[in-house]
């Protein structure tokens, strides 16, 4: 059974950092292509960053040049490092491997001061 754990979400002042983590228990974790997406109070969920199998990355405009998505095949981990956060950055984040209707339940990430 696939399983997806987001963790490291917390409340951080604006211009702060933070690392998610997300731990999938799935076989063959490096061959998928795996994605971050945030869903803000009363909006609807949007992908946020995407790293291929081969570690090509792609990322919406609200957060290109802050968020960096990384994985470690090693560990079937994805991460997403958060810098110069911004209050319009407070959401629940989640992973997911794409293509696939898998999701993990997501932590929350606040900003603000």
């Known amino acids: 059974q696939v399983q997806l754990v987001e963790s490291g979400g917390g409340l951080v002042q604006p211009g702060g950092s933070l690392r998610l983590s997300c731990a999938v228990s799935?076989?063959?974790?490096?061959?998928?292509?795996m994605g971050w997406y945030r869903q803000a109070p009363g909006k609807q969920r949007e992908l946020v960053a995407v790293?291929?199998?081969?570690?090509?990355?792609n990322y919406a405009d609200s957060v290109k040049g802050r968020f960096t998505i990384s994985r470690d095949n090693a560990k079937s981990t994805v991460y997403l490092q958060m810098n110069s956060l911004k209050p319009e950055d407070t959401a629940v984040y989640y992973c997911r491997i794409m293509g696939m209707d898998f999701w993990g339940k997501g932590t929350l990430v606040t900003v603000s001061s």
């Open positions: 790293i291929a199998k081969g570690g090509r990355t």
């Open positions: 799935v076989s063959t974790f490096s061959v998928y292509q």
